[in-house]
């Protein structure tokens, strides 16, 4: 869990400019961290190849917050 | 014009407005990879033209209506390249008849390569031009999209939908450097184009302020501009390279 969320939360704050800090499990790409939908889409696509895995559209339509991203990897990796 | 070292694809490339796209970028510096539905040794003989002209290129065999078949063919050329700089959307087939006489699977046929073709292939590239943050899509659309013509509903809808289409992709990438034009050719001198009927090409030319057809090379050269740097602040635009007959 915790490997995994340090790895999602680089890369969150190299891809959307955020602070460490407010990259909380909680937290929605859109609302909380000001990420476009362009954005979470390469999001995903960096995360497939952190993870080496998969996502496809349907699932990726589901990660809107830090968490989701979290469970989703630790779920399917 | 500034392609040289860059990676392209262009799909439809062995034969017609493809064949002389590839043959074009491969003289302004591009390395091609050569895709093809069924016309194999075609394909290869363009493959050893580029080569002639001291550029990389290989054939790549696929259906752009087929979902898996258009991430294979991309992955492979990623592979090779280890880059896509410019893709050419221009593979495209004609299933001609009246509206009244269409069947509904030369409706589907024409849709499925020329539009949803074109769908797919700039779906599969734009995932590693997103990731170069560079990219230019150059989308073979037809002056009939923008005019109509009889006896080609299905064609022309698929044309005229890849206009939107370019728009579309245009205004969803540019925030990622990459570019999406089209070019509408007009009425150009190839296989396709030799199938029309005397009566249907004497009423074409009638048409062309020009008065010739067109050649495959007068719509190449306007691709390798869009291809290239020089054209970096242009996209979302259709290009006619018609001889004057839409204005």
């Given at each position: 869990?915790?490997?995994?969320l340090?790895?999602?939360?680089?890369?969150?704050?190299?891809r959307l400019g955020?602070e460490?800090s407010?990259?909380?499990?909680?937290?929605?790409?859109?609302?909380?961290l000001?990420?476009?939908?362009?954005?979470?889409?390469?999001?995903?696509?960096e995360?497939?190849?952190?993870?080496d895995?998969?996502i496809?559209?349907?699932?990726?339509?589901k990660i809107?917050?830090?968490?989701?991203?979290?469970?989703?990897?630790?779920?399917?990796s | 014009?500034?392609?040289?070292?860059?990676?392209?694809l262009?799909?439809g490339?062995s034969?017609?407005i493809?064949?002389?796209?590839?043959?074009?970028?491969?003289?302004?510096?591009?390395n091609?990879a050569?895709?093809?539905?069924?016309s194999?040794?075609?394909?290869?003989?363009v493959v050893?033209?580029?080569?002639?002209l001291?550029?990389?290129?290989f054939?790549?065999q696929?259906d752009v209506?087929?979902?898996?078949?258009?991430s294979?063919?991309?992955?492979?050329?990623?592979?090779?390249f280890?880059?896509i700089?410019?893709?050419?959307?221009?593979?495209?087939?004609?299933?001609?008849?009246?509206?009244m006489?269409?069947k509904?699977?030369?409706?589907?046929?024409?849709?499925?390569?020329n539009?949803?073709g074109?769908?797919?292939?700039?779906k599969a590239?734009?995932r590693?031009?997103?990731?170069q943050?560079?990219?230019?899509?150059?989308n073979?659309s037809?002056?009939v999209?923008?005019?109509?013509?009889?006896g080609?509903?299905?064609?022309v809808?698929?044309?005229?939908?890849?206009?939107?289409?370019?728009?579309?992709t245009?205004?969803?990438?540019?925030s990622r450097?990459i570019?999406?034009?089209?070019?509408?050719?007009?009425?150009?001198?190839?296989?396709?184009?030799?199938?029309?009927?005397?009566?249907?090409?004497a009423?074409?030319?009638k048409?062309i302020?020009?008065a010739?057809?067109?050649?495959?090379?007068?719509?190449?050269?306007?691709?390798?501009?869009?291809?290239s740097?020089?054209?970096r602040?242009?996209?979302?635009?259709?290009?006619?390279?018609d001889?004057?007959?839409?204005?």
């Amino acid at each position: 869990m915790a490997e995994v969320l340090e790895r999602v939360t680089k890369i969150i704050v190299d891809r959307l400019g955020v602070e460490e800090s407010q990259v909380k499990l909680e937290a929605t790409f859109k609302e909380d961290l000001g990420a476009d939908s362009l954005d979470v889409v390469e999001l995903v696509m960096e995360l497939e190849d952190e993870f080496d895995m998969e996502i496809s559209d349907d699932d990726a339509e589901k990660i809107q917050t830090v968490g989701d991203a979290v469970n989703y990897i630790q779920a399917n990796s | 014009m500034k392609i040289e070292g860059k990676n392209a694809l262009v799909t439809g490339a062995s034969r017609g407005i493809g064949r002389e796209i590839a043959l074009e970028l491969a003289r302004q510096g591009a390395n091609v990879a050569v895709n093809y539905a069924g016309s194999e040794k075609m394909a290869n003989d363009v493959v050893d033209e580029i080569k002639s002209l001291g550029r990389e290129a290989f054939a790549v065999q696929a259906d752009v209506a087929d979902g898996d078949a258009v991430s294979n063919m991309m992955k492979r050329v990623i592979e090779q390249f280890g880059s896509i700089d410019i893709l050419v959307n221009n593979a495209g087939i004609t299933r001609d008849n009246l509206l009244m006489r269409m069947k509904e699977e030369d409706w589907d046929a024409v849709i499925d390569t020329n539009l949803k073709g074109v769908f797919l292939c700039t779906k599969a590239v734009t995932r590693q031009m997103m990731k170069q943050r560079s990219g230019r899509i150059i989308n073979i659309s037809s002056i009939v999209g923008v005019g109509g013509n009889a006896g080609q509903a299905n064609y022309v809808a698929a044309k005229a939908g890849v206009i939107g289409l370019t728009k579309t992709t245009a205004k969803e990438l540019a925030s990622r450097g990459i570019t999406v034009n089209a070019v509408a050719p007009g009425f150009i001198t190839t296989d396709m184009t030799d199938q029309l009927n005397e009566e249907m090409k004497a009423e074409m030319l009638k048409q062309i302020p020009l008065a010739r057809l067109g050649e495959p090379q007068d719509i190449a050269k306007v691709v390798a501009f869009l291809a290239s740097e020089e054209s970096r602040y242009m996209t979302g635009q259709t290009l006619h390279v018609d001889g004057g007959m839409i204005m």
